[in-house]
């Protein structure tokens, strides 16, 4: 084997390398081995997780559009004061309050 002399401000070590073997079932990094569930997860489906992220997010953005669109056209319908006109009669319709919180 080979000697490998490590130096620190306070520490000398000397190490004898007898093999150079690496473990075949599991990845190193830094002298820690990374085998958590969460990481093998993020690593296999990492691109479709996210894809599929934005795509429900995107659902929920346009469906919220859609809904308080649909309530302030509903508040037209019934006769009352448009928003842009100065009217706060969405304020009490259920339609416009389901957009807002999706």
């Known amino acids: 084997g080979s000697l490998i002399t490590l130096s620190c401000l306070s520490h000398r070590v000397v ?11 599991s990845i190193l990094d830094n002298g820690t ?23 429900f997010s995107s659902f929920l953005i346009g469906s919220s559009v859609i809904l308080k ?9 019934k006769g009352g004061t448009r928003a842009g006109d100065g009217g706060h009669g969405y304020l009490k319709d259920w339609l416009w309050w389901a957009g807002l919180l999706t």
Do not use: H
């Open 69 to 77: 669109k649909k309530g302030l056209l509903r508040l037209v319908e």
């Open 33 to 55: 081995s990374d085998s958590s569930w969460i990481t093998r997860l993020e690593n296999n489906y990492g691109f479709y997780i996210g894809l599929g992220l934005a795509v």
């Open 15 to 25: 190490c004898q390398v007898i093999s150079s073997a690496v473990p075949a079932d």
